[in-house]
């Protein structure tokens, strides 16, 4: 049929839930075990009124401004409606009462308890009260007989027992039900019906069918089935025209009877299948209102079948068919309602039909074509049986009845779309709220007041150093907002007097015209808005997309290609969430936009679809404070660009498993990636906090959904790619020419590597061998050769002997694979194309390994690479010139002011603070960095890391052309090596060990050169801290050419940032597979104890 089922929304805790409509029907009112009563004005009524009667609420009743609550001190209360105030006790049991119920006229109540009995009060002398006695086991439900002779009521004991209310008799009892000793064994609450007006039927649910019994002879007369209802049914309602019987099931499946034919009308399931446990009939529309055993509320409407069209009816249909869709169909669905014959059943808001309802372009035919597959509402008026009567019910308002139905149709269960969700502001409250939050994200507040006294805006910084608090009148009655560290974005929607207008106040402007504001054009309302740095956008409902300066100069616009949901910006990163198009069975369908407004302005993702786990919505859209696009959807999953893996979407946590109870939700205000934190608001039964109290941040972790994390394997593979995802942005940020600290990004490779050390030797007790291999195909250099040694020790010689080939082919790679990448890369920058510096084809390594991938993932700086790093072995042929002649040639002076050819090599200038900071940051004491044997002396691999530093050939180019710049010859060059490497730093424990080797071996000649090392490590520790000192100051004081160059480093000038940067990484980043910075000594130092250990 044509019955619109909304979503079902939050209404209480998880529980017995009651609900009922007040006498115009202008509310609907619950209670739960909660405890409140709530009153609502509507489904989408974000802020119900509520009322707190007691500690549980079991039941309800509403009727001339009394609410009547039975509660769980055993009493019956009253208080008066809508006001809430409380208006006496009516009556107390010695158990809690299960039903409270009024007569038609609403001068009596009926109660019945847990402790046997049935009561029945005057409402305006609670003294006046008949008790009724009878029933062997707790009450379950009441009905009262519609002219107050009667009262039915049904008990655990399994009997259905009816009263005559004056002699408090019992006329009649049936033993329908299956008994059971409590109300929570209860296998159905059966919540009982008298036939209003008449009260000639009375409707009893007896498991799968509802019993109808005669008034007076007390016979059944029929009963009402229907093949959709699988499990018992637990409450039945009467529509207040008596036509309509309504049931709902434990499974949550309600139907509906028309009682003239006993023909099932309508067919519902439950999103979740929940037990229906309350039921109640809109006075005057055709509407349901249905509580669950969860505490969620849900809304049918347009139930039943109608009479002739006309205006109203198609207008109806019209405007469900928009709010379902959002679309633009209005023009096909004036006049004749039409539908094609093989639509399961026939009727003009067809929203479970499949043929008519999902596409507008099925639709357009048939009424175009106007063929043998189309029907008018005349020809199915007349093919139906039904009688024209009950026109009062249409004319009551505001739900009008829908076409009659030919109920032989076989029952349609396919798919139904999903309402699409309005538009929102990240960390923003609903705002219909009087007092509510506008924003709340990493930089500050902004609340909105709108209430008698004021309506106005209040901006508090969580950073008083960027701006002070500010509080503005809200005159326009802007209900967005956005607050970056530069300016405050407001925007309204239009009135019939006034445009839609963006409004923004660029606090940090160094002028004294700080605000400005731009109107929309006409129609064209502002639905989203978001800043950036030095950048505003707004989405607005014609599609587009305005981006604006700060300074409000109006920039690119774009279209949308459908509604938008969210934005959100940072830095250059703009963000756009739309609705694709329509989802299907309570999914939403959406697709994000990613764009870089900078210099290069790109679109990194095209409008790809975004992942939402099953029925759930988007809540929350943003980046963190690296500037990782994130989003959190409504089951309370947080997911997070992973740009390591071709900006695939992952989870990061699900704050569900944080939640104590099932109503409560986390309300997100920022993400954090270093340190790992989400930080978000506690709501304990509910989704939004209030403003006041002034709500407290939580900080959750995170945890990416492994499998196996409680074992010690999964646990470490978890924490190892958590670490890899969560440094991604280093590489994003460095490609970006913002400054990092090289410490943090030296401990992220750090920890990731000894957790594959820890893997390693788990693998190795496990005689996983071919796992070992796996894991060390993950591992840099150095670690690789800390595998072989443990493999070794382990007597695991097959693996070892493995690795150790596996080190030389990833050696040679590395050796082989930059020199190639750097023609290109060479070729690019000099043809000067304004390429984008995305990593595309050309920034990407020709030979890649696993291993040079995973330490491209936290250590991978593609465009650094592309600008700095020049290895001058690449560029033999193609830039021996240039560089030969203009760098200069005095050999003991490196680092002149060449910076003006080099310059030209670098995109943007917003690199030199970053270049001196390393500069500085790589003059720290040498280190044992990683190696890249020679291809000569590749066998000696597994010992290599802890021999003295000995220089592949790209390195001893590098040496080259920093003394030796005047040199052109590469024979030359190679001929020279002896005193490069000699001019090379060494520690003070290799100068050391280099003296005291002859010792070593002379008092153990049968030690190894690994353990010679280790032999002299253990030694050179035994030193005093003087001596040691002194050999360090040895170290130090090598050769004056590289004091001076120490020298010339510690002070870096500007012009000089770009030469140093080259010169400083080229020997260090192409070493080995770019990686910015080496492991330093005491990690490697820590790493091998490890490995010792465990062995």
Known sequence: MAATQKPMRYGHTEGHTDVCFDDTGSCIVTCGSDGDVRIWENLDDDDPKSINVGEKAYSCALKNGRLITAVSNNTVQMHTFPEGAPDGILTRFTMNANHVIFNSDGTKIAAGSSD?????????????????????????????????????????????????????????????????NDVINAKSICRLGWQPGSGKLLAIPVDKVVKLYRRETWDSQSDLSDAFIMQPLNVVAWSPCGQYLAAGSVDGNIVVWNMETQECIERMKHEKNYSICGLAWHPKHRQIAYTDTEGNLGLLENIGDGKKPNDKVASTVTKDYNDLFDGEDDDYLNGDMIEPQSSPKAGANEDDGDDLMPTSGHLKRAIIDDDDNSLDIGMIKANSNLEKEDDDDDQTGGFPALPPSSTQQPFYDGPMPTPKQKPFQSGSTPAHLMHRFMVWNSVGIIRCYNDEQDNAIDIEFHDTSVHHATHLPNSLNHTMADLSTEAILLACESTEELASKLHCIHFSSWDANKEWTVDMPEDEDVEAICLGQGWAACATSALLVRVFTV??????????????????????????????????????????????????????????????????????????????????????IVRMLNRGLGNTWIPVCNMREHCKGKSDHYWVVGIHENPQQLRCIPCKGARFPPTLPRPAVAILSFKLPYCQVTTEKGQMEEQYWRSVVFHNHVDYLSKNGYELDENAKSQSVKEQQELLMKLFALSCKLEREFRCMELADLMTQNVVNLAIKYASRSRRLNLAQRLSEMAVEKASELATAPEDEEEEEDFRKHLNAGYSNSATEWSRLPVRNVQQDQEMEDAEETDAYEEVEETPEGHKQSKKIVLSEEVSSNKKDPVVPSANVLDTMSKYSKKTSLSSSRAVNKQNPPVIKPLIPKPKSKQALAISFFQARTLNSSEKTVEEKEEKAGNESHEVKVTAQESTENRRPKTGFQMWLEENRANILTDNPDLNEAEVIKEGMSRFRMLSSEERMVWTEKAKGGTVNDLTEDKKRKRPTTDEDEVKKNQEQKPEDSNLSKKPKPLDQSTNVRLAAFAFKQS
């Open 116 to 180: 046997f009995m049935v009561k029945v009060v005057e409402v305006t002398d609670s003294s006046k009260q008949k008790t009724f006695r009878g029933h062997d086991a707790p009450v379950l439900s009441l009905t009262f007989d519609p002219r107050d002779v009667y009262l039915a009521s049904a008990s655990c004991d399994g009997s259905v027992r009816v009263w005559k209310i004056a002699d408090q008799i019992c006329t009649t009892s049936w033993p329908l039900l299956q008994k059971c």
């Open 551 to 636: 300074g409000g100069v109006q920039r690119e616009i774009f279209s949308l290609p459908g509604p938008v949901v969210s934005m959100a910006g940072h830095g250059e990163q703009l963000m756009i969430i739309y609705h694709r198009g329509t989802g299907f069975d309570g999914d939403q369908c959406l697709g994000v936009q990613l764009m870089e407004l900078g210099k290069t302005k790109k679109q990194i993702l095209h409008g790809d679809p975004l992942s939402l786990t099953k029925k759930s919505y988007l809540i929350w859209v943003g980046f963190s404070a690296e500037g990782t696009p994130c989003y959190v959807d409504s089951e309370g």
